[in-house]
């Protein structure tokens, strides 16, 4: 008969993880994250196929509604992004988040998303205090940034490393679930 014994995880040796997880995060400027997304406001609900690619000086974020209707793409960079809304005229701005608020009604943080997708505070937010819980491996469980609340709900096994894949996003008016069912990366 085996016997059951439980790993006590010190802080110190939590925060020394997460140290070391950030560092290797950082280092990760290119993926694509496939999944679904749900996006649930006050009065609306909508979830689609979400295709990510994320590029050192660039993204291109698909959402493909069910049944094909209803696709929409933002494509960026650090000069600016497009919207490309199914059956409709592309347009531009310079800030992906007032660009969806505008056009689709959804004020989803795209810059700091960038971050959280796998599992860092975003460095580059205007509002740097924030405040994280971690796990006993040293990976965020939770984080509150830019009045968002982040839940990190699973990880999976990705290149050597656990990335997110489970993330839950909510504010006052806003709620994004995104399941990631595939990672690839290129450091």
């Known amino acids: 008969m085996a016997a059951c014994s439980q790993v006590q995880v010190s802080d110190g040796q939590r925060a020394e993880s997460w140290r070391y997880r950030q560092q290797q995060l950082r280092q990760i400027d290119n993926w694509v994250a496939t999944g679904r997304v749900a996006i649930t406001t006050r009065d609306d609900g909508w979830n689609g ?5 994320q590029f050192t000086e660039g993204y291109e974020i698909k959402i493909i509604a069910p ?17 490309y809304p199914d059956d409709e005229p592309p347009e531009y701005s310079d800030n992906a988040t007032s660009l969806l608020a ?17 599992g860092l505070p975003d460095p580059d937010s205007n509002q740097r205090d924030f405040v994280i819980e971690l ?17 990190f709900l ?15 996003l909510e504010n ?10 595939n990672w690839k990366l290129s450091i």
């Open 154 to 168: 699973r990880y999976q096994q990705v290149n050597g490393d656990e990335l997110p894949d489970k993330i839950f």
């Open 102 to 118: 505008k056009r689709l009604g959804w004020h989803v943080p795209v810059e700091s998303l960038r971050y959280w997708m796998l």
């Open 49 to 53: 196929t979400l295709h990510w690619k």
């Open 135 to 151: 796990d006993d491996s040293g990976r965020l469980s939770g984080l509150v940034q830019s009045g968002w609340q982040v839940r």
């Open 172 to 181: 006052d008016k806003l709620s994004v679930r995104v399941v990631i069912q």
């Open 67 to 83: 049944f094909g209707k209803g696709t929409v793409m933002l494509k960026g960079n650090s000069a600016g992004v497009t919207l």
